[in-house]
T-cell receptor, first 115, second 115 residues
């Protein structure tokens, strides 16, 4: 059973650019959530995808968008990058939007630096 | 406005002693609480959870206590081991925002267990 993987590990972009981060869910999982973890903070919920549809969104502007593919892998896209977008981006996969959330498994994250 | 608060940024304990990590929340809609552990360069790993219908949940060396009236939960680790040294995040979920899958995290507490 493979765990959650994310690519790339690290990324450096300049302000105004666009970035795409990728996540492969754990085998058998059909739900993906994305979180942003700024330095010294806890992870903040960006949005969740369930069976290719957005299923809940946190307090992030529309320039943060996502996709989930038929194989349940996922992308996070951020347009018009700002300096404050510098953070660790985590994805977490689970099987069905659970009533209990103890089955969210996190990937190692992508460290994005915006210069 | 932080809905989940971990007021101790760090905690240091001796090996074999008890570690107590605390967490407070403000949102009454939260009905499920989790603790995650995070090592550097890894994603958060689920540790233990508790539903709001319980006041205690135990799993080996780890016990979580929930005091709903005080909106407070704590994680007890007994006995503490050097391998427990990590950042511990308290997280909560509920029906706020129309989604019961979003996790709201605290800022984390760095636990150091000294041999």
């Amino acid at each position: 059973e493979t765990g959650v993987t994310q690519s790339p590990t690290h990324l450096i972009k300049t302000r105004g650019q666009q970035v795409t981060l990728r996540c492969s869910s754990q085998s058998g999982h059909n739900t993906v959530s994305w979180y942003q973890q700024a330095l010294g903070q806890g992870p903040q919920f960006i949005f969740q995808y369930y069976r290719e549809e957005e299923n809940g969104r946190g307090n992030f502007p529309p320039r943060f968008s996502g996709l989930q593919f038929p194989n349940y892998s996922s992308e996070l896209n951020v347009n018009a990058l700002e300096l404050d977008d510098s953070a660790l981006y985590l994805c977490a996969s689970s099987f069905d939007p659970p009533v209990s959330t103890d089955t969210q498994y996190f990937g190692p994250g992508t460290r994005l630096t915006v210069l | 406005d932080q809905q989940v608060k971990q007021n101790s940024p760090s905690l240091s304990v001796q090996e074999g002693r008890i570690s107590i990590l605390n967490c407070d929340y403000t949102n009454s809609m939260f009905d499920y609480f989790l603790w995650y552990k995070k090592y550097p360069a890894e994603g958060p790993t689920f540790l233990i959870s508790i539903s709001s219908i319980k006041d205690k949940n135990e799993d080996g060396r780890f016990t979580v206590f929930l005091n709903k009236s005080a909106k407070h939960l704590s994680l007890h680790i007994v006995p503490s081991q050097p391998g427990d040294s990590a950042v511990y995040f308290c997280a909560a979920s509920g029906l706020s925002g129309g989604s019961n899958y979003k996790l709201t995290f605290g800022k984390g507490t760095l636990l150091t267990v000294n041999p």
